[in-house]
């Protein structure tokens, strides 16, 4: 793997300055930015949403709007989990 030299320079401090290896360092920073694309993901896929309920014409009670959301939010879940395993 090749990383910039400044790139290398700044995680080689960061690491030195938090007690930790480089490859923590690197792997942290990947950690996060995966997570990032993540949340992106689930908010394109709420506003997916969102926009599908708009269209239905209709507009939901309170209940339904929670059982709509709840059941949404576990479809996302196990969609992520099988993704993982």
Same mark, same amino acid.
């Given at each position: 793997?090749?990383?910039?030299? &400044?790139?290398?320079?700044?995680?080689? =401090?960061?690491?030195?300055?938090?007690?930790?290896?480089?490859?923590? =360092?690197?792997?942290?920073?990947?950690?996060?930015?995966?997570?990032?694309?993540?949340? *992106?993901?689930?908010? #394109?896929?709420?506003?997916?949403?969102? &926009?599908?309920?708009?269209?239905?014409?209709?507009?939901?009670? &309170? *209940? *339904?709007?929670? #059982?709509?959301? =709840?059941?949404?939010?576990?479809? =996302?879940?196990?969609?992520?989990?099988?993704?993982? #395993?």
């Amino acid at each position: 793997m090749y990383l910039d030299a &400044d790139l290398l320079t700044a995680a080689k =401090v960061l690491a030195a300055t938090g007690g930790r290896s480089e490859s923590q =360092v690197i792997e942290d920073a990947l950690r996060a930015y995966l997570r990032a694309g993540q949340m *992106e993901t689930a908010r #394109a896929e709420l506003l997916g949403l969102m &926009d599908r309920l708009e269209s239905r014409g209709d507009l939901l009670d &309170d *209940e *339904e709007a929670m #059982a709509t959301a =709840v059941k949404e939010t576990r479809s =996302v879940r196990t969609r992520r989990r099988a993704k993982s #395993a």
